[in-house]
């Protein structure tokens, strides 16, 4: 077992030239558009729908994890490694990275152990720009809003107190949530409250994750609502004239990025949403290239499978054409404790009783992907404070129900720990033929819609509406945005919108306090609960266990 730290495993790694990785999935070298010797570009013209048509693709989610995470990314790695391994051509495709929790409590998203994409730091931090683009285009429509409030010549009469649109930045700062802007005379603008969201849970980076190309992309940004005039009319982005300024700052940053995993094996970054918060998946484009150049793409969804995998599915899935062939719920013995009713500080002690209790958490998330018509697969990410009669027990209850579950080693053994996952996979993709279907149609009533998944996914008995959820109901309707997906922002905590509802809870309902509109992205997003939009930090903020040295080797990332 290691002693290293991840950041130590990633720089002790020969990283072979990115070149070297775009042949093992037939890319020229002239295609690729180079960040250095260990990123690249793909241009959007190497995806092929006739190969995606023919690829499997594989979802990594998890049952509803604790404040840690239970490691979704390490296991995709994992099963990507333990796939090529086993001789099937494997590529992961992912999520980039937020700073927000880099610097605050949940670390990086480059994987873990021997089970990481490289170059480690730079994934975790600026890597190509992505984020930075994104950023900069959503707050481009910010300024030009407010210079259009002071405009005399362009003006287009529009009712401050209305503006929906905030600005973003990716970094957790709670001081940022509610603003007032505009302040010291006619020089500095009109006065008004504003906000920041953290750049994940942009409507910019939705758009840039459901985005199908170039033009696409840049009508999806032109239909972005604003808020109204005085005389009651809607605003969207291309009144603006916005959509193409937009479009030019994200010209490189709708191209998905190539790295590589420790065994040098492709790995594909692009997009990176928040699934409390948002769709919580990296983009259909970078999912259609790793599917065009694969036959085997990994993928994963953020946080447990009633949002992440929900989204995916609901969403990405039933919008881009795709059909997942398996799922891999990733479950801990250390999670399933915690829904067991333990307490943080007895995670790691053996407790065969509690993980009997939790046991009820997994058992909702696999009839919940049951319900789109794919088979999971159970991966128990593997700790060292596990016991074997846990399990076991983890196993044998699985197999009850006509689920393989399998110990997943990748963090402390890459694809070797990996190799009978993937051989589970494999027999699913191959042997159960499934055609994954969505849990709801787009064109249902938004309550209809909303229900289902509160309902069906969470296990409410139903829905309350608070008076600001039922105004903005009419005004979805009043805009036309009916047809769109539903998006729930939802604490990841829990199957309900009460955090301390941990395990398979019961007899409760959801409230939905307000809808927000993306209708760029063309989903509509219920805010569940008390969820926010701009994180904060935690009392000891990880960025204080890290430092660089002179020659700029970084120590602390995770």
């Given amino acids: 077992m290691t002693h290293l730290s991840d950041i130590e495993i990633a720089q002790a790694n020969d990283i072979n030239h990115v070149k070297n990785i775009a042949k093992k999935i037939n890319i020229k070298e002239d295609d690729l558009e180079m960040y250095g010797k260990y990123k690249a570009k793909l241009p959007l013209d190497l ?39 086993i001789d099937k051509q494997a590529t992961v495709v992912l999520r980039e990275p937020s ?31 992505d984020f930075n683009a994104i950023e900069k285009a959503n707050n481009l429509l910010s300024a030009l809003i407010d210079n259009n409030l002071q405009s005399k010549t362009q003006n287009l009469n529009i009712d401050a107190r209305t503006i929906l649109w905030k600005r973003v930045i990716d970094m957790n700062d709670r001081a940022l949530r509610q603003i007032t802007i505009g302040l010291g005379g006619t020089a500095n603008g009109i006065p008004r409250e504003d906000g920041f969201n953290i750049t994940p849970a942009s409507e910019v980076m939705a758009i840039i994750c459901m985005a199908t190309d170039f033009e696409n992309l840049k009508k999806r940004l032109g239909d972005i609502f604003i808020g109204f005039t005085f005389d009651k009319k809607p605003i969207f982005a291309r009144d603006l004239k916005a959509e193409n300024a937009m479009s030019i700052l994200l010209k490189d940053a709708i191209k998905p990025n190539l790295v590589q995993t420790l065994e040098e094996n492709p790995a594909i970054i692009h997009g990176g949403p928040f699934a409390n918060i948002a769709q919580g998946t990296n983009t259909i484009i970078a999912t259609k290239m790793g599917l065009s150049l694969s036959n085997y793409v990994v993928t994963e969804a953020g946080f447990g499978a009633d949002l992440g995998a929900e989204k995916f599915l609901n ?33 790691n002690t053996p407790n065969l009783n509690a993980i009997k209790t939790g046991f009820k958490n997994l058992e909702k998330h696999i009839e919940n992907i049951r319900k789109f018509n794919i088979e999971p697969v159970v991966a128990i990410n593997s700790f060292i404070s596990d016991s074997d009669e846990e399990v076991n027990y983890v196993k044998e209850a699985c197999e009850s129900l006509g689920v393989q579950a399998v110990l997943s080693e990748g963090w402390a053994k890459g694809g070797e720990g990996t190799k009978a996952l993937a051989r589970a996979v494999v027999n699913v993709v191959e042997n159960k033929a499934t055609q994954f279907k969505p849990l709801y149609d787009w064109k249902s009533p938004v309550k209809e819609k909303i229900e289902t998944i509160a309902k069906e996914i969470y296990g409410a008995d139903g829905v309350i509406y608070d008076k600001k959820a039922e105004l903005n109901l009419r005004r979805i309707d009043r805009l036309g945005f009916n047809d769109f997906a539903i998006c729930m922002a939802k604490t990841q905590k829990s199957f309900s919108d009460d955090d301390k509802l941990i395990g398979r809870p019961t007899g409760f309902k ?6 927000e509109i993306a209708a760029g992205a063309q989903f509509i997003i219920p805010i569940l609960g008390k969820m ?23 120590s602390g990332l995770s």
């Fill in 47 to 85: 995806i092929n729908e006739e190969n995606i048509k023919k690829n499997n693709l594989i979802l990594v989610t998890a049952l509803t994890p604790t404040p840690a995470g239970e490691g979704k990314t390490t296991v995709s790695i994992g099963l990507t490694e333990g796939l090529n391994k």
């Fill in 532 to 554: 926010m939009r701009m994180p904060g930090l935690p009392p000891i903020p990880a960025s204080e266990g890290m430092s660089i040295d002179n020659d700029g080797v970084i």
């Fill in 510 to 515: 959801v409230t939905v306090r307000e809808i």
């Fill in 315 to 347: 969403i990405k899935s039933a919008f881009a054409g795709l059909n997942p062939k398996a799922v891999v719920l990733v479950a801990t013995i250390r999670a399933l404790r915690h829904h067991g009713g333990v307490q943080k500080e007895d995670y």
């Fill in 99 to 129: 700073l927000g929790p880099v610097f605050g409590i949940k670390g990086g998203a480059a994987g873990g152990g021997y089970s990481q994409v490289v170059p480690m730091e730079d994934i975790n931090l600026h890597f190509t720009g």
